[in-house]
């Protein structure tokens, strides 16, 4: 990590940008930005070491902040995290296609914020959300047919399913599911984004990126994954989060 890493901070409400600063001052210098221009023209003037930007302000939102960034070859490498102002599952869903690295929600937690940026400024060489062991049966739907499998491990971003690889890749699916101890399943939208082909000592699967997520859910995961993902190790290729 930078001695004194940048970070970009935009968001279109004053007060978000000031506790944003507030929480992160120990962290990095903070610039801000009150928009997607304002943001590109800082990204040219600052260049930072991570990017946090709510999801939804005037003259270009996050999402399409996020895309431009990814999408430029100079900056796709660029840490973005989106924040969401409701609990809309299709708000999450825009934000994860836009390409964000990761999601929080508001109102923000000084310790989800905190985490969540410093998680992407500790230099691992591998970016991908931490994941937690995880055993679940799995239900996968597309198309009105179900197909079932185990899930191995789980992330903010996604799942790891132990699965015959039945879907293309890019492929949107349904999911049901549920976390431990709970009997309320989760059923979130996701994209198929990567196979594992069946090994010598592993079987076939396939790793599943979440894009339609309510605010409830998300908080169900978020509160599994932090209780139990080893954070001292860096994610390995099979985390489902891993998605770049």
């Known amino acids: 990590m930078d001695e004194n890493p940048t970070i970009l901070i935009a968001d279109d409400a004053a007060i978000f940008r000031e506790l944003g600063s507030i929480f992160l001052e120990r962290t990095g210098h903070v610039v801000t930005a009150s928009n997607g221009h304002e943001s590109l023209a800082a990204l040219r003037e600052h260049r930072p070491n991570i990017v946090v930007a709510d999801l939804d302000m005037p003259r270009m939102g996050g999402d399409e902040l996020c895309r431009r960034i990814k999408n430029d070859p100079a900056t796709r490498e660029l840490p973005v995290i989106l924040m969401t102002g409701t609990d809309l599952a299709d708000?999450?869903?825009?934000?994860?296609?836009?390409?964000?690295?990761d999601i929080i929600t508001k109102p923000i937690s000084r310790i989800a914020l905190v985490r969540a940026v410093n998680h992407f400024l500790s230099g691992q060489p591998h970016r991908g959300l931490a994941r937690a062991p995880f055993e679940s049966d799995v239900r996968i739907l597309q198309r009105g047919?179900?197909?079932?499998?185990?899930?191995r491990n789980l992330s903010r971003g996604g799942i790891f399913v132990e699965t015959d690889p039945i879907v293309a890749l890019e492929s949107n699916v349904s999911l049901e599911f549920n976390?431990?101890?709970?009997?309320?399943?989760?059923?979130?939208?996701?994209?198929?984004?990567?196979?594992?082909?069946a090994g010598r000592r592993s079987a076939p699967g396939v790793g599943l990126q979440f894009l339609a997520l309510d605010r409830t859910s998300s908080d169900r995961i978020d509160a599994y994954v932090y209780e139990n993902a080893p954070y001292g190790e860096p994610p390995s290729a099979a985390s489902a989060g891993d998605t770049r």
Do not use: N, S, Y
């Open 91 to 101: 708000d999450h869903a825009r934000a994860m296609r836009a390409g964000a690295d």
């Open 145 to 151: 047919e179900v197909h079932r499998g185990i899930a």
């Open 179 to 197: 976390l431990p101890d709970q009997t309320k399943p989760l059923a979130p939208t996701a994209q198929l984004i990567w196979r594992r082909p």
